[in-house]
């Protein structure tokens, strides 16, 4: 689903529609070249820092996949872009009140070697890397006729995503109470979709969505994103990701409040 680049305070009609019944939409052109310019930058110098401790921590590196974590306590720019103005409307209206990031991250994923390309002659849709952060019978809820993800993710597709090098999503997965194990079994190119985007364009896609990253192709270039996850402030924090004390000593009031959830139970304020 295609929309205009333009100052917002969260999605339009039609927007909303399209996530209610599929649990994703792709907002186009939400970042210039330079400012994906400026990401990538951003990622080269994280990845080749040796003093960065934590960035590996629980993600080691692979051939065809670097995941550069806690990317928001590296540098004050990704603090900032997880705080977007255009972003983060849309993000409080998916999730549905005030949010907590709790994840944060680049990707780069990398073509297969020559020798394993024979892999793709032979793969199916059903061997990509399907999962899913959270259930729908726990994670998600209705209101006011639409649906809420209470862990919602923003993908900020930093490099071009052509034929193949898309992100995987099930539309309407996000409503069923299916296992992604179950659905493998009969997956096949009727259910699945894979994306096609441009460098600034950003998925927004609830966890309750059954996804898969993509497998690049020998000779494809490196596939660069900036992952950001956000939960309602009450639940609770993933092992290795709360906020280092330094950086919440820096930070102002609305930073530190994304930060920590300090909120807590005030999601939905005036609801109870």
């Keep these: 689903m295609e929309t205009e680049a333009k100052e917002r305070s969260g999605l339009t009609q039609a927007e909303r529609y399209f996530f209610d019944v599929n649990g994703y939409v792709l907002l186009p052109g939400v970042f210039s070249p330079a400012e994906c310019g400026r990401l990538i930058d951003l990622a080269d110098r994280m990845d080749a820092d040796a003093g ?23 540098h004050a720019h990704l603090l900032d872009t997880a705080m977007h103005p255009v972003l983060f409307p849309v993000i409080q209206d998916v999730v549905g009140g005030d949010l907590r990031l709790e994840e944060h991250q680049y990707l780069i994923n990398y073509p297969v070697e020559p020798e394993s390309d024979s892999a793709f002659r032979d793969s199916c849709v059903a061997d990509e890397g399907w999962h899913r952060g959270i259930a729908p019978n726990v994670g998600s809820f209705e209101a006011n006729g639409h649906y809420h993800c209470m862990f919602t993710k923003a993908f900020i597709y930093l490099t071009d995503n052509g034929p193949g090098e898309g992100t995987w999503v099930v539309p309407g997965s996000h409503r069923m109470d299916l296992p992604t194990g179950t659905l493998r079994e009969f997956m096949d190119g009727t259910v699945a979709r894979q994306l096609e985007s441009r460098a600034g364009d950003v998925l927004i896609l609830g966890e309750t969505l059954i996804h898969a990253g993509p497998r690049l192709k020998a000779g494809a270039r490196p596939r660069y994103s900036l992952v950001y996850g956000y939960t309602a402030p009450f639940m609770q924090t ?5 906020p280092p004390a330094d950086l919440l000593e820096r930070a102002t009031p609305e930073q530190r409040s994304l930060l ?3 909120l807590r139970y005030g999601f939905r304020r005036g609801q109870f």
Excluded at 53 to 68: C, E, M, N, Q
Excluded at 238 to 242: F, G, S, V
């Design 260 to 262: 920590t959830g300090e």
């Design 238 to 242: 993933w092992n290795r990701y709360d």
């Design 52 to 74: 960065c401790a934590y960035k590996h921590d629980g993600y080691p590196k692979t051939p065809a996949l670097t995941v550069l974590s806690r990317c928001a306590w590296y």
